[in-house]
């Protein structure tokens, strides 16, 4: 009679090979664009650890998603899509696929109003116009609820930009540090609207404004300041 062999249990197990995760993929964008977690975070309009909190979480075995209107404007940051972000599915686009992403989500306005007029120069200034929209202008193609545009009058980010539109919508209030060293609108505390570079003063609390072909405007107090995210001739 045959005898059954018994095999002798090795307690050896099958390895497990861990799957890149939403935080592995975002750290892998931060990475290949030189960003901070932070600066990102804040771009989008998140808090300052809304990306480390995602890290955090995973860490200790926590699945954690953000809503899909923050996921979008995560992958638009991180130059990605949200199908890239999620499951590592069909790689890296062009900017206009991820500005359809965008669309798709929330409607695109046709128009943007110009609320104001910028004095680029520093030595005349226009202000503010306290009414309100004077008029408006055709909307980028990533325009936002939010986006507004301002008129430059003057040549200090360079002559050809004199009456271009600035648009914008992501204002900060205080300045935060990941708009240092950016072309700006400024908000300053006398009511004047400035496109300048942003760089600390050395007085806390308080910036030196920076152009191309004007002497720096140094020390002032900014109220407010957005990211320039596209000049258009008019």
């Not at 249990?9 to 932070?38: C, F, N, W, Y």
């Not at 202000?127 to 004077?134: D, I, T």
């Not at 006398?190 to 140094?218: C, H, M, N, Q, Y």
Request: with cysteine; aromatic share 6%; proline share 5%.
């Amino acid at each position: 009679m045959k005898k059954s062999v018994q095999r002798k249990k090795t307690g050896l197990k099958r390895p497990h090979v861990s799957q890149p995760s939403l935080g592995s993929r975002i750290q892998e964008r931060l990475t290949a664009l030189d960003r901070s977690a932070m600066s990102v975070s804040l771009a989008i309009g998140a808090k300052e650890d809304f990306i480390r909190n995602i890290f955090r979480k995973e860490a200790e075995g926590k699945r954690h998603s953000p809503g899909s209107e923050k996921l979008i404007a995560l992958a638009r940051e991180l130059e990605t899509t949200t199908d890239w972000l999620v499951s590592g599915d069909a790689g890296h686009v062009d900017s206009s696929q991820i500005a359809a992403e965008m669309d798709s989500s929330r409607a695109r306005p046709a128009t943007v109003p110009i609320v104001g007029y910028v004095g680029a120069g520093a030595a005349a200034h226009f202000y503010a116009v306290a009414q309100g929209s004077l008029d408006t202008a055709p909307a980028p193609t990533d325009a936002t609820p939010s986006t507004v545009c301002v008129e430059i009058r003057g040549t200090s980010i360079g002559s050809m930009f004199d009456r271009w539109l600035v648009y914008y919508d992501d204002v900060r209030s205080p300045v935060t540090h990941d708009l240092i060293g950016r072309l700006c609108v400024v908000g300053l505390n006398d009511d004047r609207i400035l496109v300048k570079k942003i760089k600390r003063a050395k007085t806390e609390g308080r910036f030196d404004l920076l152009s191309e072909t004007e002497p720096p405007i140094e020390g002032v107090q900014v109220e407010w300041a957005a990211r320039v995210k596209q000049l258009s001739p008019q």
